[in-house]
Each structure stands twice: as C-alpha cells, then as structure tokens.
C-alpha cells in the first residue's frame, strides 16, 4: 500500500481501531454525505465496532443523527451539536449559488417566505410531515409543489435552519422544525468555523490537499487555506510524491494490515470527499468504468489494500444477500478470501446471510 492509503484508511477507520457509536462516527468526520440513505448506513457500519443496520436507523429516528442539505447542495448525516455552525457556515453560500435554477423553477423571495411560514405551521407541536405531506400543505397555501419546486424549497427551508429531518415513517422521511429537534447551541464566528471544520476533514480524511478540502467543504480556496491555518499544529503538513498534504499531527503511521478489502457504497467518503482520487488507482490494475454502476469511481466498489480491485452490486436473495463481484483482474485466492471477508462484515450489519459471486 501506499503511504496515502494506508494514512487514509486508518484515519476514516476502515482499519485499526472502530468508533464505539454512530454518533461518535458522524462527529469525527464532521459530515458523511447521504443522499443515497441505505448506502450511507453501511459507509458508517463499515466504521463502527458490531454495528448493524437496524441501529443506525434507530439513531437516525431518534434524532442522535440528523440528515440535510449541508456543506455541498447535497444531503449529509451531521451530528445535533454541529449543525447550526456548519449551516451557518455553509447555508448562505449554497442557496447563492441556485439563482438560475430557482428562476426556472419560478421560485422568489416572496415564495420562499410563504412556504416557510406553511412548513412551520405543518411541523410545529413536535409534527413531522412526509415530502408528499408538506406539499399538500403547500398547494393547500396556493404554492404549487409541482416538479422539483416542493424539493427545493424543502431545501431552502433546511439551508435556513428551519426545518430537519424527523423520524422515518415506514420507509419514507419525514422533516421537524430545527428549533423543535436540535437544541440550541452558541454560534461560531465565521473564521472558528473555517477552521474547526478544517480540522475535523484533515484528521478523518487525511493526508489530504488543501483543494480536496475545498471541494469536500464547499469553500473557496482562499476560505480552504484560511482554514488550515486555523486550525493550527493540530495539523501538520507532509510532502508525498512532490505533493503537499496536510494530516492529523498525532496521527501514528499505521503498519502494514495484510490484504484487506473493502465493499465500499456509493459515495463513500473514502471516494467522494477528495477532488484528486488518483491514490484509489492501482497503476497494476487498469479500471474499467463501464463495469462500474454509473460510470464513475464514486458508485459501489471493491477496494483492496484501498486501492480499487473492481465494482460489486448487492442483489437480493430468496434467503439472504448475494454480492456480485466483477473485478477489474488479479483475483488470487488471497484476494478472494479478503472479499469473503468484507462480505462477512456486510452480513453481520444487515443480520443475514451474505453469499459471494465473482462475474
């Protein structure tokens, strides 16, 4: 392994030591990106000491996780404590940057505000209200919900600190006020937010560069670099392959694990939170994208020694899981047997049995 996979695996806890709890795993990381929600629980039970799915869900019902659009115009898991900040932070940012979609949409300022007050009166009392729900409410208020309007301002509303996500009901979401679900929390001045969040990307996501932190945060480069040197000695810079990376200072240098494999999901945050992802490339193992499910290293892979060995997809079984494996070449037994292993681990987070096929 490289050093920067070896690094990164033991920082986002793919390997050595696992967090003790699901609340514990969002808040070392800051944010883990969500919108596909089931692909996001295994990402977090990947990283959790015996966790399964069924807790992580109970988690997410019961408020000690939330999920909304923070960071990026994309839906994260974030910790209670660290959402007012990071919205802060982040919200104004994101919806200046959807002007010209709103005016597509026909969304104004004026709409905005009357579906606001419509959300707040559906959800207030400790309500929580469906998507299809809050659009009753808001064709009911004269706002048509049609297309992608209902979503979006469902998106301004959490961008503002409004509303967040409430318990499921059966297999749908549900939104809450934020006043109603989140408890209230000092602010943070704009420069201690830049670096704390800083912070928090370089010790998870570590060795990284300054832009792989721009693009995971949303900020701007000069935001990026501000925020590196905020967060001060807590980091420490190192050069690899004539390349500036920036890593946890206390970070110990994690030894060799053998051969290890991974069924990451899509959107994994060892994939998806780094601009430059050419270290998950194995130069011995030329990636063929059209085996990968939508074309792009960030959909459901197999990484070995956390390098990409191939794509895998989970399919349903009369009396279990099956995973389908379809590599991109160099499957020895050894490698064979650290996939048997992943998918163990992915058997014992959704408490069934979970069988193998190579395609």
């Given at each position: 392994?490289?050093?920067?996979?070896?690094?990164?695996?033991?920082?986002?806890?793919?390997?050595?030591?696992?967090?003790?709890?699901?609340?514990?795993?969002?808040?070392?990381?800051?944010?883990?990106?969500?919108?596909?929600?089931?692909?996001?629980?295994?990402?977090?039970?990947?990283?959790?000491?015996?966790?399964?799915?069924?807790?992580?869900?109970?988690?997410?019902?019961?408020?000690?996780?939330?999920?909304?659009?923070?960071?990026?115009?994309?839906?994260?898991?974030?910790?209670?404590?660290?959402?007012?900040?990071?919205?802060?932070?982040?919200?104004?940012?994101?919806?200046?940057?959807?002007?010209?979609?709103?005016?597509?949409?026909?969304?104004?300022?004026?709409?905005?505000?009357?579906?606001?007050?419509?959300?707040?009166?559906?959800?207030?009392?400790?309500?929580?209200?469906?998507?299809?729900?809050?659009?009753?409410?808001?064709?009911?208020?004269?706002?048509?919900?049609?297309?992608?309007?209902?979503?979006?301002?469902?998106?301004?509303?959490?961008?503002?600190?409004?509303?967040?996500?409430?318990?499921?009901?059966?297999?749908?979401?549900?939104?809450?006020?934020?006043?109603?679900?989140?408890?209230?929390?000092?602010?943070?001045?704009?420069?201690?937010?830049?670096?704390?969040?800083?912070?928090?990307?370089?010790?998870?996501?570590?060795?990284?560069?300054?832009?792989?932190?721009?693009?995971?945060?949303?900020?701007?480069?000069?935001?990026?670099r501000a925020g590196v040197s905020a967060a001060g000695r807590v980091l420490e810079r190192v050069t690899l392959g004539g390349v500036e990376y920036w890593h946890a200072a206390d970070a110990e240098r994690p030894a060799r694990p053998g051969v290890v494999a991974h069924l990451l999901p899509n959107f994994d945050e060892y994939t998806v939170a780094y601009r430059d992802r050419s270290a998950v490339l194995d130069p011995g193992r030329p990636v063929d994208?059209?085996?990968?499910?939508?074309?792009?290293?960030?959909?459901?892979?197999?990484?070995?020694?956390?390098?990409?060995?191939?794509?895998?997809?989970?399919?349903?079984?009369?009396?279990?899981?099956?995973?389908?494996?379809?590599?991109?070449?160099?499957?020895?037994?050894?490698?064979?047997?650290?996939?048997?292993?992943?998918?163990?681990?992915?058997?014992?987070?959704?408490?069934?049995?979970?069988?193998?096929?190579?395609?």
């Open positions: 392994m490289t050093p920067i996979t070896t690094r990164r695996l033991r920082a986002q806890r793919l390997i050595g030591e696992q967090f003790g709890s699901v609340a514990d795993a969002v808040s070392w990381f800051g944010a883990v990106q969500s919108q596909d929600y089931g692909a996001a629980k295994w990402a977090l039970g990947q990283r959790i000491a015996g966790a399964t799915e069924s807790e992580i869900d109970s988690a997410f019902d019961d408020g000690t996780v939330l999920r909304t659009h923070v960071l990026r115009p994309t839906w994260h898991f974030v910790h209670p404590r660290d959402i007012r900040w990071m919205l802060a932070l982040s919200g104004p940012r994101i919806m200046n940057g959807m002007p010209g979609r709103h005016r597509q949409l026909g969304l104004d300022t004026e709409t905005f505000s009357r579906a606001f007050d419509v959300f707040a009166a559906a959800l207030s009392g400790g309500r929580h209200r469906t998507r299809a729900q809050l659009a009753d409410a808001l064709q009911q208020a004269g706002i048509a919900p049609d297309g992608q309007r209902a979503p979006h301002l469902l998106m301004a509303a959490e961008l503002e600190g409004l509303v967040v996500s409430g318990p499921r009901h059966g297999k749908q979401f549900t939104w809450a006020l934020m006043d109603e679900r989140v408890p209230a929390s000092p602010p943070l001045e704009r420069s201690d937010a830049i670096g704390e969040l800083a912070r928090r990307y370089f010790i998870s996501h570590g060795p990284a560069q300054v832009q792989d932190f721009a693009w995971w945060s949303g900020l701007s480069p000069a935001d990026a994208l059209t085996l990968l499910s939508f074309g792009s290293v960030l959909a459901n892979v197999v990484v070995l020694n956390g390098r990409l060995l191939g794509a895998w997809r989970r399919v349903p079984a009369r009396d279990g899981v099956l995973v389908e494996v379809r590599s991109f070449g160099g499957v020895t037994p050894r490698v064979r047997s650290a996939v048997g292993q992943a998918a163990l681990r992915l058997s014992r987070f959704v408490a069934r049995d979970v069988e193998v096929r190579w395609a």
